[in-house]
């Protein structure tokens, strides 16, 4: 709702403002410099004003900014070289600690009762870097950072989803992710000298909109799957696919086309 605060002077203005969504709104727009300045000192004062009236927005806002090393830190060059695609040192202190963080918040999540939805959403929007109310994953989940996926509107995942994401994975709106269906990021050398130096690298995987990814399927780093997609149960996605189809097959290949309407 930025739009409704257009003739807004941010830097003089933005203390006026008591309701939780017009901090919000003013907040972010401190943060991503869309005022006369990017101002941090206002952006987090404005998100922790909104925090604290129960906006979840800024709640989630304010613990990614928490979580995100500051520019020039030693740990925000292995963070920018990971999620950048550059080689990076995988046993570096600062990814260790962040992932054993991780690994804390989804054992809490998988140990949830499945008919506590409220408390299981809620966690699963403190632990993605995109999601909202109407976000489903069925218990267990496994993720390495969880801050660097990001899923649509209306994303279901079954059973046993596993998600290593050094690199964005990012999923689009109405998307349908089968039992034990694994999605990677991370990439390793084939020298057996090189792999054992624990350096790494990763590439993004995308998935667009309205896409069913069947039971058993494997994404490789690197993979853009369309929108309107199906994938057979069992694929293995080494390469991309274009929207409007289905694919099956190990490597995964393209069997049909949607008929145009």
Not at 187 to 210: F, L, Q, Y
Request: proline fraction near 5%.
């Amino acid at each position: 709702r930025i739009e409704l605060f257009p003739a807004m002077d941010c830097n003089n203005d933005y203390l006026i403002y008591s309701d939780a969504e017009a901090m919000f709104s003013v907040g972010k727009r401190f943060l991503d410099g869309d005022c006369l300045e990017k101002d941090l000192v206002k952006a987090r004062d404005l998100l922790s004003r909104a925090a604290s009236l129960g906006h979840i927005r800024a709640q989630e806002l304010l613990r990614t900014m928490e979580e995100t090393p500051s520019e020039g830190a030693p740990e925000s060059q292995v963070w920018n070289d990971m999620i950048s695609g550059r080689e990076y040192d995988a046993t570096h202190p600062y990814l260790l600690e962040k992932l054993n963080a991780t690994k804390d918040r989804i054992w809490e999540y998988n140990k949830l009762r499945p008919s506590m939805l409220k408390e299981r959403n809620e966690l699963l929007r403190e632990l993605l870097g995109q999601s909202d109310e109407d976000t489903f994953i069925n218990q267990p989940f496994y993720c390495d950072y969880g801050c660097n996926i990001c899923v649509g509107r209306r994303f279901f995942a079954n059973f046993n989803f596993t998600v290593l994401d050094e690199a964005p994975v990012t999923v689009g709106d109405d998307c349908f992710i089968g039992p034990n269906v694994s999605i990677y990021t991370a990439c390793h050398s084939t020298d057996p000298v090189e792999r054992n130096s624990r350096r790494e690298w990763a590439k993004p995987v995308t998935i667009g909109d309205n896409v069913w990814i069947g039971g058993s399927v494997t994404i490789l780093p690197g993979v853009t799957i369309g929108s309107n997609v199906t994938i057979g149960a069992g694929s293995v996605g080494v390469k991309d696919i274009p929207d409007g189809c289905v694919a099956v097959g190990n490597p995964c290949r393209v069997v049909k086309f949607l008929e145009k309407e």
